[in-house]
């Protein structure tokens, strides 16, 4: 059980009176490009396929190079976790991509409330919405549990990772599972030029990032022993 004075205890005391569900985003625009221009992406890839085996048909394997894949170490990203969707996600972090990191991220719908009191009470509604509207959110634990709304994710990831590039501490499986964000995975993550942190926590479900956490001063307490079942990259 995770302490109460780590960020994701509010989040485990909010989780007790919310009902929340996660939601990826409806719609992935790079996949909707690559089916409308699949069949003629094709038949150039097969006839530069062709060219190349009869170009290169007659040297060995020792001039061969491998494409970077995820897992492996490919210049951008050197997450190598062994599981290729977490790979993915860790590659975007590595390259404080914001905008691929919320494209990555899977939502909360939980009923807003007009007048919020205290750590982990449920999002404020807006002037639009009603008392009692579900509104899609992310959790981000900064000391004190803040909702953020889909369209300032790309600011809170871009604030959270810095200006420098981010190191990889660990990433590990998850002991214990913290109410309604369903988290599978934690990476933790040094990021030199974070206000306010040495670092920061991402928790990751099938490559989806449910929750941001910080370390609200006790860098180490992101991977406690409590926290980990087993490590997939070790501090």
């Known amino acids: 059980m995770f302490s109460h004075g780590d960020g994701l ?17 409806r719609a992935d625009m790079r996949g909707d490009v690559v089916r409308a221009y699949l069949p003629g992406v094709l038949v150039v890839v097969l006839a530069a ?19 970077p894949t995820a897992g492996q ?3 951008d990203g050197n997450a190598d976790t062994g599981v290729p969707q977490l790979d993915f996600t860790l590659e975007a972090a590595l390259r404080r991509d914001a905008i ?13 409330e007009e007048s919020p009191q205290g750590a982990g009470a449920p999002p404020a509604c807006r002037e639009n919405e009603d008392d009692g509207t579900e509104v899609q959110v992310f959790p981000v634990a900064q000391c004190e549990l803040q909702w953020t709304r889909p ?3 790309p600011d809170a990831y871009e604030r959270a990772l810095g200006q420098a590039k981010p190191e990889i501490v660990a990433v590990y499986e998850i002991a214990d599972q913290p109410l309604d964000l369903d988290a ?12 306010g942190a040495e670092g920061i926590a991402l928790w990751i479900n ?9 370390d609200c001063g006790n860098f180490e307490g992101l991977y406690a022993d409590e926290r980990v079942e087993r490590f997939l990259i070790e501090p």
């Open 9 to 25: 205890g509010n989040i485990w005391r909010a989780g007790r009176s919310l009902k929340a569900k996660s939601s990826a985003p």
């Open 49 to 67: 396929s062709s060219a190349v085996a009869l170009a290169c048909g007659d040297d060995d394997d020792n001039g061969a190079t491998e494409s």
């Open 73 to 75: 170490d490919g210049g």
């Open 100 to 112: 691929e990191l919320a494209g990555l991220t899977a939502y909360q719908e939980i009923a807003c």
């Open 151 to 153: 369209e300032d994710v």
């Open 184 to 195: 599978e995975y934690a990476a933790v993550l040094r990021t030199p030029e974070t206000e």
């Open 206 to 214: 099938g490559g989806r990032v449910v929750e941001l956490e910080y």
